[in-house]
């Protein structure tokens, strides 16, 4: 653990001892509660098993952050209040967080009781209330943490373990360089996922707040800093390092940012497609420049989070300015990292399914553990999260791309759920600069970016809707259907939209024109049902 001296000695070793002794399982209880491999709820030693040799390393009076889960009260049903017809983005919001909030102060109250009586202070890193999950972090001594553990409303406790970032970098065909293209023309993988044709249509994503986790982003670049929403519930840094401004040391997540929204040197023009709408300058490299963003850093300069961190960081997105009555969490969420190596890791899951939820999609990035099969990394293998792999500018898999099956969900799951642009991308870079980069971190934010477009059209998706909607309309890659290379296909904003909205391809047949040879000119744009074909004429841009 990082800042967490293990101090191997003989003084630790007899504590550990001493301590398992009030905390011996029932006759036959480990064998039964390890079954499946959840912990048995009456055996304190089973619940400790993730952290056992921490503790036994610890110095008399020493501490340690852990990580403990409570179990949902009896009376709980399986989820928290989902979205229904007659509730508003903010009902389904409040609702959600309010209901979480009561769950885990209805599970902590032997437990807060505890540490009180232990000179814990709630507010303080001592004990981090972690609603979201139904958790508290806790720093304590190690007989503190047994004592936590021999609570029969605490499920598990588990290290608050260091988490290292990992960005695919260079990892490409012999082929591959940085794409080129004509004057302002929009860059490939925006062309590609069709974000300029929602453009012409007025979509910029404005209304639409989206989300990054990731390793901050430099608010002064000039394509950021005007989308940036401001004030104090649009920015976080668990580690408190930067506590009121976003800041970015590594880069990675400012050119995750500017995929989503970054602007063309921070202007929106006047478009033709309707009277007062905004279009980004034809060289704009954010898939929804009008769209506003939020962050939280979870990663620190050395590339390294904490798991407390995370979760942290998780349930601020839920709640930014501490007010469940105020629906101030972002529409979209984009997570472009993912825990080391292929597997299943469930530690996020409850996170992430809290936002669910909640209405929120979880975008994540597919991971850069390809190319072999059933590489799916966690928590985009996670069946509430949605995968996104990457692509190139030739619509050929990137090689770094995870595939599935997927290692969380079973294996009738497909993973990733579609793939979109993923290498030379170009995007916003530190001090102002531009950068390409490449791997699924890059992919991801395009999916990100491309809901907060449809979304700004269509607010009342909810998250399940969006990503069937995603799924359905996605441009199909190799062999016919869904597979795990590719998933459902390459992201189609535009067949999206046209999906959602009363828009048809009306094709013009325009007669001989004097000596000339007949002229055939097929008109390409998806209008309403109602217009006739001399009003499509007219709407041409």
Same mark, same amino acid.
């Given at each position: %653990?990082?800042?967490?001296?293990?101090?191997?000695? =003989?003084?630790?070793?007899?504590?550990?001892?001493?301590?398992?002794?009030?905390?011996?399982?029932?006759?036959? !209880?480990?064998?039964?509660?390890?079954?499946? @491999?959840?912990?048995?709820?009456?055996?304190?030693?089973?619940?400790?098993?993730?952290?056992?040799?921490?503790?036994?390393?610890?110095?008399?009076?020493?501490?340690?952050?852990?990580?403990?889960?409570?179990?949902?009260?009896?009376?709980?049903?399986?989820?928290?209040?989902?979205?229904?017809?007659?509730?508003?983005?903010?009902?389904?919001?409040?609702?959600?967080?309010?209901?979480?909030?009561?769950?885990?102060?209805?599970?902590?109250?032997?437990?807060?009781?505890?540490?009180?009586?232990?000179?814990?202070?709630?507010?303080?890193?001592?004990?981090?209330?972690?609603? %979201?999950?139904?958790?508290?972090?806790?720093?304590?001594?190690?007989?503190? *943490?047994?004592?936590?553990?021999?609570?029969?409303?605490?499920?598990?406790? &588990?290290?608050?373990?260091? *988490?290292?970032?990992?960005?695919?970098?260079?990892?490409?065909?012999?082929?591959?360089?940085?794409?080129?293209?004509?004057?302002? !023309?929009?860059?490939?993988?925006? +062309?590609?996922?069709?974000?300029?044709?929602?453009?012409?249509?007025?979509?910029?994503?404005?209304? *639409?707040?989206?989300?990054?986790?990731?390793?901050?982003?430099?608010?002064?670049?000039?394509?950021?800093?005007?989308?940036?929403?401001?004030?104090?519930?649009?920015?976080?840094?668990?580690?408190? /390092?930067?506590?009121?401004?976003?800041?970015?040391?590594?880069?990675?997540?400012?050119?995750?940012?500017?995929? %989503?929204?970054?602007?063309?040197?921070?202007?929106?023009?006047?478009?033709?497609?309707?009277?007062?709408?905004?279009?980004?300058?034809?060289?704009?490299?954010?898939?929804?420049?009008?769209?506003?963003?939020?962050?939280?850093?979870?990663?620190? @300069?050395?590339?390294?989070?904490?798991?407390?961190?995370?979760?942290?960081?998780?349930?601020?997105?839920?709640?930014?300015?501490?007010?469940?009555?105020?629906?101030? $969490?972002?529409?979209?969420?984009?997570?472009?990292?993912?825990?080391?190596?292929?597997?299943?890791?469930?530690?996020?899951?409850?996170?992430?399914? +809290?936002?669910?939820?909640?209405?929120?999609?979880?975008?994540? =990035?597919?991971?850069? !553990?390809?190319?072999?099969? #059933?590489?799916?990394?966690?928590? !985009?293998?996670?069946?509430?999260?949605? +995968?996104?792999? $990457?692509?190139?500018?030739?619509?050929?898999?990137?090689?770094?791309?995870?595939?599935?099956?997927?290692?969380?969900?079973?294996?009738?799951?497909?993973?990733?759920?579609?793939?979109?642009?993923?290498?030379?991308?170009?995007?916003?870079?530190?001090?102002?600069?531009?950068?390409?980069?490449?791997?699924?971190? %890059?992919?991801?934010?395009?999916? +990100?970016?491309?809901? #907060?477009?449809?979304?700004?059209?269509?607010?009342? &998706?909810?998250?399940? /809707?969006?990503?069937?909607?995603?799924?359905?309309?996605?441009?199909?890659?190799?062999?016919?259907?869904?597979?795990? /290379?590719?998933?459902?296909?390459? &992201?189609?904003?535009? #067949?999206?939209?046209?999906?959602?909205?009363?828009?048809?391809?009306?094709?013009?047949?325009?007669?001989?024109? @004097?000596?000339?040879?007949?002229?055939?000119?097929?008109?390409?744009?998806? &209008?309403?049902?109602?217009?006739? $074909?001399?009003? #499509?004429?007219?709407?041409?841009?």
């Amino acid at each position: %653990m990082s800042g967490v001296p293990v101090v191997q000695s =003989a003084l630790g070793v007899i504590l550990f001892c001493a301590l398992l002794v009030g905390v011996t399982c029932p006759s036959g !209880a480990r064998a039964e509660g390890r079954r499946d @491999g959840v912990p048995n709820p009456e055996c304190a030693e089973d619940k400790l098993a993730a952290v056992r040799p921490l503790l036994a390393g610890l110095d008399a009076g020493e501490t340690v952050t852990v990580i403990v889960l409570f179990r949902d009260p009896e009376h709980a049903s399986g989820g928290v209040g989902r979205a229904t017809g007659e509730q508003s983005r903010a009902e389904r919001l409040s609702t959600v967080v309010k209901e979480l909030q009561a769950r885990a102060a209805a599970s902590q109250r032997s437990a807060q009781r505890l540490l009180r009586a232990r000179g814990l202070r709630q507010g303080t890193q001592e004990i981090v209330t972690l609603w %979201m999950i139904n958790g508290l972090g806790v720093t304590a001594p190690a007989e503190v *943490i047994y004592k936590l553990a021999e609570l029969p409303e605490v499920v598990q406790v &588990l290290p608050n373990r260091e *988490i290292v970032g990992r960005w695919e970098k260079g990892r490409l065909s012999e082929d591959a360089r940085a794409p080129e293209r004509e004057g302002n !023309a929009p860059t490939w993988n925006l +062309a590609h996922v069709g974000a300029p044709a929602l453009w012409q249509r007025g979509l910029l994503g404005e209304g *639409i707040v989206v989300a990054s986790l990731d390793t901050g982003v430099d608010v002064d670049h000039p394509d950021l800093v005007e989308g940036w929403r401001g004030g104090g519930n649009s920015w976080f840094d668990p580690y408190g /390092e930067f506590p009121s401004w976003p800041v970015d040391v590594d880069g990675h997540g400012t050119a995750v940012m500017g995929v %989503m929204v970054g602007r063309a040197r921070g202007c929106l023009s006047q478009s033709k497609a309707s009277e007062g709408a905004r279009a980004p300058e034809e060289g704009g490299i954010g898939v929804a420049p009008g769209a506003q963003w939020i962050a939280a850093r979870i990663f620190r @300069g050395d590339n390294k989070a904490t798991a407390l961190a995370i979760h942290q960081a998780f349930q601020w997105l839920l709640d930014p300015d501490g007010n469940p009555d105020t629906p101030d $969490a972002p529409h979209v969420v984009n997570g472009s990292w993912s825990l080391a190596g292929a597997g299943c890791a469930l530690e996020f899951q409850r996170d992430v399914r +809290a936002l669910r939820e909640a209405g929120i999609l979880p975008v994540f =990035a597919a991971g850069n !553990a390809g190319p072999g099969p #059933a590489t799916s990394t966690s928590p !985009a293998n996670y069946p509430e999260a949605f +995968a996104v792999g $990457a692509t190139d500018e030739r619509e050929r898999l990137y090689e770094g791309s995870s595939r599935g099956p997927a290692a969380c969900g079973g294996e009738e799951k497909i993973f990733p759920d579609l793939v979109a642009p993923g290498v030379l991308v170009r995007t916003t870079g530190l001090q102002g600069g531009y950068t390409y980069e490449t791997g699924t971190s %890059m992919a991801a934010p395009h999916v +990100a970016g491309g809901l #907060a477009l449809l979304l700004s059209a269509f607010p009342d &998706l909810d998250a399940d /809707e969006q990503a069937e909607l995603l799924r359905r309309t996605a441009a199909d890659l190799g062999p016919p259907g869904a597979d795990n /290379e590719s998933g459902y296909g390459r &992201l189609d904003l535009l #067949a999206a939209y046209r999906r959602l909205s009363s828009e048809v391809v009306v094709s013009l047949f325009l007669p001989q024109v @004097g000596n000339e040879a007949p002229l055939i000119r097929p008109y390409s744009s998806y &209008l309403p049902l109602i217009w006739s $074909a001399q009003e #499509a004429i007219e709407r041409r841009d």
